[in-house]
């Protein structure tokens, strides 16, 4: 419905999905970081410039996602490392995606040179709700070259996996693991 008229009808969740990806004020396929506020010598050998969300938003929880984030050097710069971090409004981390945690593969990059990398995940376990992200660089284990905390907010909705159960406010990370069951006779209960 939009103003008395009827406008769609359908599944309540495609229309609900599609309601929300039209009408959300928060959808920016690309945000542009490069005049964001940074700290101290934060941005000065290397500066993160801009984020594209590739695979659409809002992100939907089980879904895949895609992310771009473009950076530029101004100096030469060894060991170079990003991560992506999801935090409650609270600003408690929940989540962090790093490109060195399996592989431990850090780049060199020369002076002046535009660069991106690009973040897969095949299945997002956020529950639906709002997330601050937050965005760095650095520099071998422990030297920051870059770093925007609270970079912005996404929304996560439910997705075509999305059980209902965890589609309330502060329900965080869900991960997949393996349990196993194990029943026995039960023995009768004392009587009160």
């Known amino acids: 419905m939009q103003q008395g008229r009827l406008v769609k009808t359908g599944g309540a969740r495609q229309i609900v999905d599609e309601y929300l990806t039209s009408n959300n004020a928060m959808l920016k396929s690309v945000v542009d970081l490069s005049n964001a506020k940074r700290h101290g010598d934060q941005g000065r050998r290397l500066k993160i410039e801009k984020l594209e969300w590739l695979s659409?938003?809002?992100m939907q929880h089980g879904e895949k996602f895609s992310i771009r984030i473009h950076?530029?050097?101004?100096?030469?710069?060894?060991?170079?490392?990003?991560?992506?971090?999801?935090?409650?409004?609270?600003?408690?981390?929940?989540?962090?995606?790093?490109?060195?945690?399996?592989?431990?593969?850090?780049p060199d990059i020369a002076k002046g040179h535009a660069?991106?990398?690009d973040?897969?995940?095949?299945?997002?376990p956020l529950a639906p709700g709002l997330y601050n992200f937050s965005i760095g660089c650095r520099s071998g284990d422990a030297f920051g070259l870059d770093y925007l905390p609270e970079a912005g907010q996404?929304?996560?909705?439910m997705g075509p996996k999305t059980p209902g159960y965890i589609a309330v406010p502060g329900a965080g990370v869900r991960l997949v693991s393996d349990w196993k069951w194990n029943f026995s006779p039960a023995s009768p209960l004392p009587e009160l």
């Open 154 to 157: 996404v929304e996560v909705i």
């Open 115 to 117: 660069c991106f990398t």
């Open 56 to 58: 659409g938003l809002p």
């Open 71 to 106: 950076f530029r050097t101004h100096d030469q710069v060894d060991a170079v490392s990003v991560g992506l971090g999801f935090s409650n409004l609270e600003g408690t981390r929940l989540l962090s995606y790093d490109t060195d945690f399996q592989e431990n593969h850090r």
């Open 119 to 124: 973040i897969t995940v095949g299945e997002l």
